[in-house]
């Protein structure tokens, strides 16, 4: 089968997209008197979609044409996750960016994503509370208004443990002695910021707010009963539970 002088055409579902070698149509999905194509600034009836020896051609009324049905442009996905913990609102920050194509956009694939998390579009954005942990390889691809879809794209999400607390104070000191606290912090997201969340810690200590840490000389004989809570970057709270130190 020869193909009459006239070139290719491509396929696809945005008229505006004008090209050297060809111009796109109304419809990727061709058949007998099928939609209006364009070709330049002319519209030309598609009459049948014909096959020979593996390739494909369209017979027009003006002609018959390569049928190229490569994306007239490209879609891009770019950006990355920032890391979210496990029983924490995940905050995405803004999600990853589209380039190319027309909007909007709808989602082809979004796969691997940790349990409880959900793609959206505008950008490509994830919403939602997981309770995995670990790094995730994620995919995501999406396709534009025309039907055009977006080169996959991985990337990788990290899922922290919830923050936690840990530690016994003193059970006992003396006045005058030195008085030292201090709890470990494990998993969640720093910065953490410290604080005294019930009773009092001992006279003559204080509370490191960055580290959780109290320490301090005795001043006074008393039974101090305290909790120690940790609030992490991403909001996220634990506490060291009450802890007693009896002073003489």
Do not use: C, W
């Amino acid at each position: 089968m020869a193909r009459k002088q006239g070139g290719s055409i491509y396929v696809s579902t945005d008229p505006s997209v004008t090209l050297a070698i060809g111009i796109a149509g109304q419809s990727t999905t061709i058949g007998r008197l099928g939609p209006t194509i364009y070709k330049g600034t002319n519209q030309v009836q598609v009459q049948d979609l014909l096959t020979e020896d593996g390739f494909n051609f369209l017979q027009t009324e003006d002609g018959l044409y390569d049928l190229v049905t490569e994306s007239p442009y490209s879609i891009t996905l770019s950006g990355s996750f920032p890391v979210g913990e496990s029983g924490v609102p995940y905050v995405d920050g803004g999600g990853l960016t589209i380039t190319g194509g027309t909007a909007p956009y709808t989602i082809l694939q979004a796969t691997n994503l940790p349990a409880g998390l959900v793609a959206s579009i505008g950008s490509l954005r994830l919403t939602g509370t997981t309770t995995d942990t670990g790094f995730k390889g994620m995919t995501f691809q999406v396709a534009d208004v025309n039907g055009v879809p977006s080169t996959p794209y991985s990337v990788v999400i990290n899922i922290k443990s919830a923050v936690s607390m840990s530690g016994t104070a003193p059970a006992t000191a003396s006045v005058g002695t030195v008085y030292a606290y201090h709890p470990t912090t494990s998993n969640g997201v720093s910065p953490f910021v410290y604080a005294v969340t019930a009773g009092a810690i001992p006279s003559g200590t204080t509370l490191n707010t960055a580290t959780g840490f109290v320490d301090g000389t005795l001043t006074t004989p008393q039974t101090a009963t305290f909790t120690i809570g940790v609030t992490d970057a991403l909001g996220a709270t634990a506490n060291t539970g009450s802890q007693t130190s009896v002073i003489t």
